[in-house]
DNA sequence: TACACCCTCTAGTTACATCA
DNA sequence: CTGATGTAACTAGAGGGTGT
């Protein structure tokens, strides 16, 4: 019998090998990409199992019942455990075993289902906010381009208006947003900097991206 | 320490029961 | 009758515990 903290780190194996089942896949080389070749049981015709000369199938619902309940309560069976149960239920303890090992793989199947669900709703939803936020930024690519249409006609007007003044010198080369990166936004703190005293035609000028 | 032996585990497969 | 599905039982191989 394996000691309670084997059966611990088991557990804990599994649980991290449904997260990276690629690492734990690799701590068995000789089941990856190789088509073990297993020896093939013999049809039981006659109605008899092979081995214990036990006639097996179909446990009664009561005795699936109790196993569940076990199941339950603990994954993993421990051989006394494994033992009552077995005299519990008129059944050999090797059936016993065979039950939770079934039972074991029918729930990891299961989990991966429910986890596999999980993800494709997650991934759906980002896709969705992906979207949303791909609008979002054009949107936002409009408006600034709305406002830097803005800026060049006030300032064409008050070129007409003051000639002399400091402002009349602004060139909008300087203005000119260098829409680096995926969405434009980089440099624009320093471009739209004015400093506070800085006034054309009585409007304040404020830098909007760093409020 | 090395080895053999035993046990349990997972993953995959096979055989059989049941049902549509 | 037949194919699909569920599941009991099996196999192979890995790994841990223990005795020698």
Known sequence: ????????ADQQMVLISQYYPGIYS?????EQGEVKSRRRRKKNRGGESSSSGVRKRKLSQEQVNLLEINFGSEHKLES????RL??????????VAVWFQN??????SKKLEEEYSKLKSEHENTVVEKCRLETEV????EQVSEAEKEI??????????SSNSPSSSFSMEAIEPPFLGEFGME??????????????NGLEWVNIYNM
């Open 1 to 8: 019998m394996t000691s309670s903290m084997s059966h611990q």
């Open 26 to 30: 690799q701590l068995a080389p000789a």
């Open 80 to 83: 006394e455990r494994k033992d």
């Open 86 to 95: 077995a005299s519990e239920l008129g059944l050999d303890p090797r059936q």
């Open 103 to 108: 039972r074991r793989a029918r729930w990891k």
């Open 138 to 141: 054009l949107k936002l690519k």
């Open 152 to 161: 060049q006609r006030l300032l064409e007007r008050s070129d007409g208006v």
């Open 187 to 200: 440099g624009f703190e320093n471009v739209f900097y004015v400093p506070e005293t800085n006034y054309v």
